[in-house]
């Protein structure tokens, strides 16, 4: 599922000390991600759906701290949208 593949990302991206576009450590980011993925994931079980503000809001979130050379880590969240839309 895509939501596993986007946590797997996120728990590669902590334990290699990802930093924020900024150089600090990405730690409460990536930890608030990982959260937020979890139960989002069950919540689009349950629903069939993905929460589509959810998840604008998320990946307008991740854009602001993330760097530009982590791009895949948005990609991973993009995973989930389009799974979700081949689903409908």
Avoid: Y
Wanted: aromatic content about 6%; cysteine-free.
């Amino acid at each position: 599922m895509a939501f596993d593949a986007a946590l797997t990302h996120v728990e590669r991206s902590l334990s290699a000390g990802l930093k924020t576009i900024d150089g600090d450590s990405a730690r409460p980011q990536l930890e608030k991600l990982e959260r937020e993925l979890t139960v989002q994931r069950d919540q689009a079980r349950n629903r069939g759906t993905v929460d589509r503000d959810w998840f604008q809001q998320t990946v307008r979130w991740v854009t602001e701290w993330v760097p530009d050379t982590e791009i895949t880590l948005l990609a991973a969240l993009g995973r989930i949208v389009r799974a979700a839309s081949l689903s409908a």
